[in-house]
């Protein structure tokens, strides 16, 4: 499975931001997709989930309410849709992709995109 994650930026505090995550090689459908993110210095975090069908999501505390995980099958794209942004959620955004439902190991991982928020 080849995994491509973009669609970071630049933005002010407050903005928002859609990073996609483009599947190949294996059938999509069958993956639960998650981000996670990097930021300097510190270690990779979990930030959302969900699972193959798309009827089932999960997101760290810091993001509920504010981001939003979603995919199309028919289309092999998973999203992150992040509103309200701030200057901590600035970090390098991985996209990662498992046959299996669970929270923290993914087999498959995508390049890493940057969002980099300003106060």
């Known amino acids: 499975v080849q995994l491509q994650a973009y669609g970071g930026g630049f933005v002010q505090a407050g903005g928002c931001l859609r990073l996609s995550c483009a599947a190949s090689g294996l059938a999509f459908s069958m993956l639960s997709v998650a981000w996670f993110r990097e930021a300097p210095g510190k270690e990779r975090e979990f930030v959302a989930r969900?699972?193959?069908?798309?009827?089932?999501?999960r997101y760290a505390d810091s993001v509920k309410g504010r981001f939003t995980i979603s995919r199309d099958n028919a289309k092999n794209m998973g999203y992150l849709e992040m509103n309200s942004l701030k200057p901590e959620d600035t970090a390098v955004y991985y996209c990662?992709?498992?046959?299996?439902?669970?929270?923290?190991?993914?087999?498959?991982w995508g390049q890493g995109t940057q969002v980099t928020v300003s106060s």
């Open positions: 969900i699972n193959r069908s798309g009827d089932l999501t």
């Open positions: 990662g992709a498992d046959p299996l439902w669970r929270p923290l190991e993914y087999d498959y």
